[in-house]
């Protein structure tokens, strides 16, 4: 894969909230590039407006003003079908909460995505491949084991694992980590970054949010906010 | 698919789905348990309508009658659509009890009497099959066992008897030499008295040959005697020969409305022959009715009743919407977290939508199957429940002492049912639809911060 080709683009992008009455602006102006291949860190203090950047690259959020460009399609212009369809083919999430789906067991959480994007017919015409690769990711995860279990009868590192195979099911172009080792002792945190690097060495892009200077260094890139505008890139 | 598996998975891990399917099943109970006997009821009545009246009948509302009934039903009897057909005198009299024979029945009372030529009234009716003692043998009715030679009557089972507390009446094993003296005015064919100056009553006494029981209010009102017995007593026999209706009955193959429609033309074609005849005008108030347009006053008040209950079900219908919308209100609310991730995996607002609304759907069907499955083995023993509640709390649906209604209904209508469940569907999908949309709304980034906190 190239790291020569720009997968992300974003162009001046603004971001405010409304509290009560006053207006809060959480990015004034955010000017970012992200290469194909790439592990870029976004490191900032807490309210800097990294998780809001992150949702906005992630087509979670729209912002007020400016662009942002994935593959060459604005975000701007396509529609919210097309919003969906770019979530769920091109882009991953891992959330420092883990967010997996109580009702639904290891194996099931994983296979969501491909649930979501195929039809019910489309979904018994692929369905012993994809859980065949679901079954492959969760294996690569150290979760072989667990397939059967409910996200509640796993320690925090297991879910995180289970919600990065469930982000890899589509094979995203990019991979979104939110605070990904935010929730989980130091220890486990490591083996999430561990797992993260192997990613980006296959070939995954991938941005992660962190407020931790250590686990940023781990990124080939780090890009700093602070009060809504990028103040330093290394 | 993931949408069925979500749904499901909501549907049996969520204690308050369980409030919900308790709400549709207790809702489809009720609903089922009473239209069934409702139904039944008005199905019981209408038929017993149905049954006394035959399914066409030709009548004058004037006490006069009309007349040119033989050549009418010689007519009738060459239609091949026609079964059978019975002429018919009704006319009021006052009945005095003075030889009660050992019946509890004395005094006197005013009554509806109604002279039929047994054999054919039968044919058209359900006259045998309400007999108490000459079932088989209907042209032995007037005929009391204990002096054939007597004129017999037939009063209903409601005025000779009682029921106990279970309904059934105390009848005896044979009819007892109980006399009736029955009076009624004469009328001319011109409608005047035509006893006037000489006794304006004619009186006749006839015997206790048998009783009748309709299952309903005839039971108490009416009064059967022979034919040419009712034609003389209501001056129908006198000079010109009248009667009040002519009751007939279809082959089975008959459309009730295309038959009816026949009568009415052979009827008008008739009366046309007739135009110079004398007393003309009498088969000309005369008119051509189906048992249901008859029975119009009596079935509405029934069918008034449904419409009524069904009114009430409606209400609880709307209960029912509330307490799915509350569920489903909660269920979202603790359900923000999977929205979010749904969302940020790409899925439509029309999908999370389509899970809560298949939720609902599962519900319903839940909530049916349970309902349904109760209200059944319920109806099938509501008899016996019935009975036990009587027994050991003197408590009953209706007095059966007083009522002419047995047994509560208890035959499930599939047509009934269909309707219910598919109201109940609607039902629950309705109590839905507002928080699917909500949540179908509810912005990922939000959702899944609410998570977080």
């Avoid at chain 1, 020569?4 to 602006?25: E, M, P």
């Avoid at chain 2, 009587?390 to 047509?415: A, K, Y």
Wanted: proline residues 3%.
């Amino acid at each position: 894969m190239s790291k020569n080709i720009t997968l992300l683009q974003t162009k001046d992008v603004h971001k405010s909230y409304k509290l009560g009455q006053a207006k809060i602006n959480v990015l004034k102006g955010v000017d970012l590039e992200v290469k194909q291949g790439e592990f870029v860190a976004i490191i900032g203090a807490s309210g800097s407006g990294k998780s809001t950047l992150l949702h906005i690259l992630g087509a979670l959020d729209k912002p007020d003003k400016g662009s942002v460009k994935f593959d060459g399609k604005d975000f701007n212009k396509a529609s919210s079908a097309k919003l969906n369809h770019i979530r769920n083919k091109n882009v991953g999430f891992v959330f420092q909460f883990y967010h997996l789906l109580d009702e639904l067991n290891v194996l099931e959480n994983a296979l969501v995505p491909k649930m979501a994007g195929t039809s019910v017919f489309g979904w018994f015409a692929c369905r012993n491949r994809a859980i065949q690769r679901a079954k492959e990711l969760l294996s690569q995860f150290g979760l072989e084991d667990r397939m059967k279990h409910k996200p509640y009868q796993l320690s925090g590192g297991e879910r995180q694992r289970v919600a990065i195979a469930r982000a890899l099911m589509n094979e995203p172009k990019m991979l979104l980590a939110d605070e990904p080792t935010g929730n989980l002792d130091s220890q486990t945190g490591n083996g999430i970054l561990t797992v993260l690097e192997r990613l980006n060495q296959a070939g995954q892009t991938i941005i992660m949010v962190t407020h931790d200077e250590r686990i940023a260094r781990m990124a080939q890139r780090t890009i700093k906010l602070a009060d809504g505008v990028i103040t330093e890139t290394n | 698919m993931y949408k069925f598996i979500l749904a499901a998975r909501y549907l049996f891990k969520r204690r308050i789905s369980y409030l919900a399917i308790s709400a549709v099943a207790l809702s489809v109970f009720v609903v089922l348990v009473v239209i069934t006997v409702l139904n039944g009821i008005s199905e019981n009545f209408k038929g017993y309508i149905h049954q006394s009246i035959g399914d066409c009948v030709i009548h004058s509302k004037s006490l006069v009658g009309f007349g040119y009934y033989d050549e009418f039903l010689e007519e009738l009897e060459r239609q091949p659509y026609v079964a059978a057909a019975s002429p018919v005198i009704k006319n009021y009299a006052l009945i005095s009890v003075r030889d009660s024979g050992g019946l509890s029945v004395y005094g006197d009372f005013t009554k509806e009497i109604i002279g039929i030529e047994p054999v054919s009234y039968s044919r058209v009716t359900g006259f045998s099959e309400w007999l108490g003692y000459n079932r088989e043998n209907p042209q032995m009715v007037f005929r009391p066992w204990y002096d054939p030679n007597l004129p017999g009557c037939v009063p209903g089972i409601g005025f000779l008897f009682t029921r106990d507390k279970m309904g059934a009446y105390n009848t005896a094993d044979s009819a007892s030499p109980a006399a009736f003296e029955i009076n009624c005015i004469p009328l001319t064919a011109r409608g005047a008295l035509a006893r006037a100056g000489a006794g304006e009553f004619s009186s006749k006494t006839f015997y206790y040959s048998d009783h009748f029981q309709a299952g309903y209010s005839i039971d108490w009102r009416l009064f059967y005697i022979p034919f040419e017995d009712a034609q003389l007593l209501s001056g129908m026999g006198i000079g010109h020969k009248r009667i009040s209706a002519i009751h007939i009955k279809f082959t089975p193959q008959t459309d009730l409305q295309a038959g009816c429609d026949k009568i009415k033309t052979l009827w008008n074609d008739f009366i046309n022959t007739k135009s110079d005849a004398p007393y003309f005008n009498l088969l000309e108030r005369a008119s051509v009715q189906s048992w249901k347009e008859y029975s119009r006053m009596m079935v509405a008040l029934v069918e008034t009743q449904q419409t009524l209950m069904i009114f009430c079900f409606a209400m609880i219908g709307l209960i029912i919407v509330s307490i799915i919308f509350v569920v489903f209100d909660m269920i979202i609310s603790h359900k923000s977290k999977d929205i979010g991730i749904l969302k940020s995996i790409g899925t439509s607002n029309f999908s999370v939508i389509s899970i809560f609304m298949l939720f609902a759907l599962f519900i319903s069907i839940a909530g049916s199957a349970i309902g349904t499955l109760a209200g059944w083995r319920f109806l099938v023993h509501i008899n016996e429940i019935e009975r036990w509640v009587f027994e050991n709390f003197e408590f009953q649906l209706w007095d059966r002492s007083i009522s002419s209604m047995g047994d509560i209904p208890n035959t499930m209508n599939f047509n009934s049912l269909l309707i219910i469940l598919i109201c109940s569907a609607g039902v629950c999908m309705l109590g839905a639809l507002l928080p699917s949309f909500k949540a179908s709304r509810a912005k990922c980034v939000d959702t899944l911060q609410v998570a977080q906190l």
